[in-house]
């Protein structure tokens, strides 16, 4: 389990950063990206985004562009589609495939263009969060907001359980495979619902053993969540107050 | 203090819905300040007694009886005997639940009430006791079985109980990581907590114990000293569990003519103190030996026996064989002991501790407890012992050899009382000292 990224989060130098401020950065990335009229913003983003994680989140380069692959896979397949399908105006690339004859036009083209770095912008933005901020660290965070306690307690225990179950899952899986329980299509799809209806029931036993347990340390109904103080550093608001300017001056500069 | 009886049960069932009976009639005393130990084996109902002793379960009949006044089960009772009671689960799963280690400690003294800045002290001092403050804030599914182990016993402790039950304490547990377990119920037990354990290991029940209950099919069948309790091997075939291996071996020896006869032994220095030194042996004789000759065998210490406690041996010969070997009677120059020096960590400083060991010429050093280990692992300390610890010392210093022992805190007194009751007991003289800290 050792390539969860949270796992990349909760040894990052990043997590001990304000959780606030991170999270701050990320939605203005974000709606900087959306908002910019001009390709050049969420790149700049993306590229400040992709800077602060490989350098300052010491996450290694290699994992972070395998990370960018996935999703711009997907990005590239929508903007070849965007990119003949869309728009209107002047031809920019035309060709004959199998009989057909494809159109880029300016419009599309620009569309294209505005789509794959919006998506670059956003998944940065998003990388910079995962792989700088634990769960464990956004708990507290939620918990200062308006949302009701028992959600934010349901998702500690959920998170919590997630790992007991993907370890008695695992283990499960394991001791069907050794006894050839996944040899054909057959017996999978038998094993599969052996291993979820087990999962289910381990899940309700621990629920119980949870409850007695949490009474035996006399639970009345608090479950307490600390908020680690971390202040911000004066290096750390200048260098978001740069990011924040130089943002804005070029969604403003390079209007296209 | 010491003899007050803190918890007890009269007469206790308890049956499950279905109509099994888990618990029939039990009647224990547990003293204050005692470790205690029940041991059965799987399904005597050890598990479901623990649970009724902190008011989780109900009885059927019978009552629980905390410092003399029976339980009641109103949420206020029950809260004040989860306090003082605390349990920690066999499986540190079902205990943490938290998705840090940190807010899984506090999550008991926030439910109690204690104001912020004691949570936060209690919290923090646990952790360091327990030697996992540098994972506080790691997620529970990051850590290794021994340390979720510490993680759910630091989960009680920061509660403040004065007894402490654990289910199984040692399941699922490396030798080393068990041995680290066990040191810190020991310390704990030294600063006047009540200790309850169940295993069904005989050995550790054995050697740990103060006072032992033997349950099967959900009674107790046989309660005393674990003396008592492990020499009854009737007692311990209706239990389906079998003599410790230290105590067979003592039998063992004993039928053989080979032992001092006298109190039970329960460690192995205990064990090797009831063997009786051989007066008569076959040895290998130079040519024209006479009989009635004194030899100087010499060859029981230094570098031919580095593992025997005597020196130099002189040896009269009775009876010379046809063969050219003899028998002679031996005539000892008395032990060699060595020392054992106890270092407290707690005023740690490299240097002094390097000079330490190069002036008083330690041949072996250990370490007891998470902390010493680790300050001795960062610095570069080799460790010859560190499981077993002050047995191994006992062991070594009978050889001669000097030990060193690296500790802190509450195990410093500890380590000396074992010590020292050896010492008493066996009536051989080991020099023990400690260095550093207040004693110093």
């Known amino acids: ?256 | 203090m010491m003899t007050m009886t803190i918890l007890k049960t009269n007469n206790l069932k308890y049956f499950y819905p279905d109509g099994t009976v888990a618990i029939d009639g039990v009647n224990i005393e547990i003293k204050n300040g005692q470790k205690i130990t029940f041991v059965g084996p799987n399904g005597s109902g050890k598990s479901t007694l623990f649970l009724l002793l902190n008011g989780t379960f109900k009885p059927q009949e019978g009552d629980v009886q905390f410092n003399g006044k029976a339980l009641r089960y109103d949420p206020k009772s029950l809260r004040n005997i989860r306090k003082n009671v605390g349990i920690i689960f066999q499986n540190p799963d079902d205990q943490i639940f938290a998705p840090t280690v940190y807010q899984d400690v506090a999550f008991g003294p926030v439910n109690l009430d204690f104001p912020m800045d004691k949570v936060e002290s209690n919290v923090n001092n646990t952790l360091e006791y327990v030697g996992l403050l540098h994972l506080k804030d790691k997620p529970p599914h990051h850590l290794s079985g021994g340390q979720k182990k510490r993680v759910a016993i630091a989960g009680v402790i920061s509660m403040e109980p004065d007894i402490i039950i654990l289910d199984e304490p040692l399941s699922n547990l490396d030798p080393v990581g068990a041995d680290e377990i066990i040191d810190l119920l020991n310390e704990l037990n030294y600063f006047g907590k009540t200790i309850i354990i169940s295993t069904h290991n005989v050995d550790l029940a054995y050697r740990w114990s103060d006072y032992v209950y033997l349950m099967s099919g959900g009674k107790v069948i046989g309660e005393g000293t674990p003396g008592k309790v492990f020499d009854d091997t009737e007692l311990l075939k209706m239990a389906g569990l079998k003599q410790p291996s230290t105590l067979e071996i003592y039998h063992e020896i004993e039928r053989r003519g080979l032992a001092i006869i006298g109190e039970l032994p329960k460690t192995v220095p205990e064990l090797v103190g009831t063997l009786k030194p051989p007066e008569l042996m076959w040895v290998n004789v130079p040519h024209g030996t006479q009989e009635g000759d004194t030899l100087n065998l010499g060859i029981m210490y230094g570098e031919y026996a580095q593992h025997c406690p005597y020196e130099a041996v002189n040896a009269k010969v009775l009876h010379i064989h046809a063969d050219g070997r003899a028998v002679v009677e031996m005539m000892r120059k008395g032990m060699r002991a060595g020392c054992i020096i106890i270092y407290d960590m707690d005023s740690y400083h490299r240097n002094d501790l390097l000079e330490l060991i190069d002036k008083s010429e330690i041949d072996v050093v250990g370490a007891m407890g998470t902390i010493s280990k680790n300050i001795a692992e960062k610095d570069g300390i080799h460790l010859e012992i560190t499981a077993g610890v002050i047995d191994k010392s006992i062991l070594m210093a009978l050889c001669g050899k000097r030990c060193l022992v690296l500790t802190n805190g509450g195990m410093i007194e500890h380590s000396m009382k074992r010590i020292r009751d050896y010492v008493e007991k066996s009536g051989i003289n080991l020099s023990v000292s400690v260095v550093g800290g207040k004693n110093a």
């Open chain 1, 1 to 256: 389990m050792n390539n969860l990224l949270d796992d990349y989060a909760l040894l990052s130098p990043l997590r001990n950063r304000n959780n606030r401020l991170k999270l701050g950065v990320v939605v203005f990335g974000l709606l900087a990206g959306v908002s910019s009229t001009s390709i050049i913003t969420p790149l700049f983003v993306a590229f400040c985004m992709g800077i602060t994680t490989v350098f300052f989140g010491k996450v290694p380069l290699k994992l972070y562009f395998n990370l960018m692959l996935a999703p711009m896979g997907f990005a590239i397949v929508g903007t070849v589609v965007i990119l003949f399908f869309f728009g209107s105006g002047n031809e920019v690339i035309a060709f004959d495939v199998f009989g057909y004859h494809l159109v880029a036009n300016s419009q599309g083209v620009d569309m294209a263009l505005h789509v794959i770095s919006r998506t670059i912008g956003g998944m940065s933005c998003m990388f910079f969060l995962a792989l700088s901020t634990p769960v464990i660290e956004l708990f507290s965070v939620l918990k200062s907001t308006r949302i009701p306690d028992a959600v934010i307690e349901l998702s500690m225990l959920i998170y919590r359980y997630i790992f007991v179950f993907l370890e008695v899952a695992m283990s499960i899986k394991y001791a069907q495979t050794v006894r050839l329980g996944y040899r054909d299509f057959k017996t999978s799809l038998s094993s599969v619902a052996m291993l979820a209806s087990t999962l289910f029931i381990r899940s309700w036993e621990q629920g119980e053993k949870l409850y007695i347990s949490m009474s035996s340390r006399c639970y009345d109904g608090k479950l307490a969540i600390f908020e680690t103080r971390r202040p911000i550093k004066t290096s750390e608001a200048i260098l978001t107050c740069g990011y924040v300017i130089s943002t804005i001056a070029s969604s403003h500069l390079t209007i296209i």
